[in-house]
C-alpha cells in the first residue's frame, strides 16, 4: 500500500480521497446551515420554522435541493449564454477551493502550503469575478447595477481585511495557516487583537453579503441585484456559494483569532476537529444572530464605514502592534 501511494497514481488517488473528506462534510454543512438560518431566525422571532419534511424539519435542505433541480433553467433572451451558466459556477467552485488549505486539525490539510492565506487572499478576491460576469452577462440594468455594487462593497471590504492579515502574521512570522494556529496555543489572538477580530468580522459581513450588508439585493430599486435572472440550479449555485463562503470566513476568522483547533485553556486537545467545527458553529451563529437583529445599511453608509472607519482605524492599529512587538522584543524570529 505504501509503494502505491508513493506513485504518481496514488499520489492523486490520496489528494482525491482527502477532497471527498474534506468537500462532502462540507456541502452537508452548507445544507444544513439553511436550515439551521431558518430555525435560528424562527426562534427569534417567535416562529417554529422548518418543521413538516422530516422530523424537526431535518429533511428541509433535501426537499429545497429537489425542487430546484426539477425547476427549469430560464436564460433571457439577450443573454451572453456561456458566460451567463459560467458564472455561478466560477462562484460555486472558489467557495470549493478555497478549503484546499484549511488546516481542521494539526496536521490536517489538503495543501499545507507556506503561503496558504496568501492563497486565501487570491481566491476570495477572484470571487469577484463570478458576480461582475454574472451582472453582464445577464443584459439587465437590474442585474448590472447589482454587481457594480457588490463588487464595490466586495473590495472596499478586502482592504481592511488585509491589513487585519497583516497584523496578524506580525504576529506568527509565518504565512502558513497551521503555524498561525500554533501561535495561539497558550493565548488566542483574539485578546491582544480584539480590535482586529471586530473589524475581521464586520468585514466578513459585507464580504458575504450578509446582513446588514446585503446591499446588491435592494428590493425597492434592484430587486435581488446581480442574480435576478437566474432561476432553477444556476440560482441555487449561488445560493450555496454564500453559504460555503460564510462557512469559509468562520473558519478563517477561527484560524486567525480563535485559535483553530485548541480548546479553551488547553482542555481536550485530543477534540481538535471538533473544537474547529464547534467555533465554526459559533462564528455561523452570530452571523444569523446579525441578521435578525440589525437594519440594513444606506450604501452610502456601508461604504463611509469601510473607508472612513475601518481602513483608518486597521492601519493605525497595525503601526501600533508593529511598534510594540519591536520595543517589548516579541518580533518572531
Known amino acids: 500500500m505504501e509503494g502505491f501511494l508513493a506513485t504518481p497514481v496514488g499520489q492523486l488517488a490520496l489528494t482525491v480521497a482527502q477532497a471527498m473528506a474534506l468537500l462532502v462534510p462540507l456541502l452537508i454543512g452548507v445544507a444544513y446551515l439553511t436550515w439551521a438560518e431558518r430555525k435560528v431566525l424562527a426562534a427569534m422571532q417567535m416562529r417554529k420554522g ?79 469575478y463570478g458576480i461582475i460576469i454574472a451582472g453582464w452577462a445577464s443584459n439587465s440594468k437590474y442585474a448590472f447595477l447589482g454587481a457594480l ?87 441555487a449555485l449561488f445560493f450555496l456559494g454564500e453559504y460555503a463562503n460564510m462557512i469559509l470566513m468562520s473558519a478563517l476568522i477561527t484560524i486567525l483569532f480563535l485559535g483553530g483547533w485548541y480548546g479553551p485553556f488547553g482542555l481536550f486537545p485530543a477534540l481538535g476537529p471538533l473544537w474547529f467545527a464547534f467555533k465554526i458553529c459559533l462564528c455561523l451563529f452570530v452571523f444569523i444572530w446579525v441578521r435578525a437583529t440589525f437594519p440594513r445599511y444606506r450604501y452610502d453608509q456601508l461604504m463611509r464605514l469601510g473607508w472612513k472607519v475601518f481602513l483608518p482605524f486597521s492601519l493605525v492599529w497595525l503601526v501600533i502592534t508593529a511598534a510594540a512587538l519591536k520595543l517589548f522584543g516579541w518580533l518572531p524570529a
Open 50 to 128: 422548518p418543521n413538516v419534511v422530516g422530523p424537526f424539519g431535518l429533511l428541509q435542505p433535501f426537499a429545497d435541493a429537489l425542487k430546484m433541480l426539477m425547476k427549469e433553467t430560464i436564460i433571457p433572451a439577450g443573454a451572453s449564454r456561456v458566460l451567463f451558466i459560467l458564472a455561478p459556477m466560477i462562484t460555486f467552485m472558489l467557495a470549493m477551493l478555497a478549503w484546499a488549505v484549511i488546516p481542521v486539525n494539526d496536521g490536517w490539510a489538503i495543501a499545507d502550503i507556506n503561503v496558504g492565506i496568501l492563497y486565501l487572499f487570491a481566491i476570495s478576491s477572484l470571487g469577484v
Open 149 to 235: 455594487r457588490s463588487a464595490a462593497q466586495m473590495v472596499s471590504y478586502e482592504v481592511s481585511m488585509g491589513f487585519v492579515i497583516v497584523t496578524v502574521l506580525m504576529c506568527v512570522g509565518s504565512l502558513n495557516l497551521s503555524e498561525i494556529v500554533r501561535a495561539q496555543e497558550n493565548l488566542w489572538f483574539i485578546v491582544p487583537l480584539f480590535p482586529m477580530f471586530v473589524i475581521m468580522f464586520i468585514s466578513a459581513l459585507a464580504e458575504t453579503n450578509r446582513a446588514p450588508f446585503d446591499l446588491p439585493e435592494g428590493e425597492s430599486e434592484l430587486v435581488a441585484g446581480f442574480f435576478v435572472e437566474y432561476s432553477s440550479m444556476s440560482f
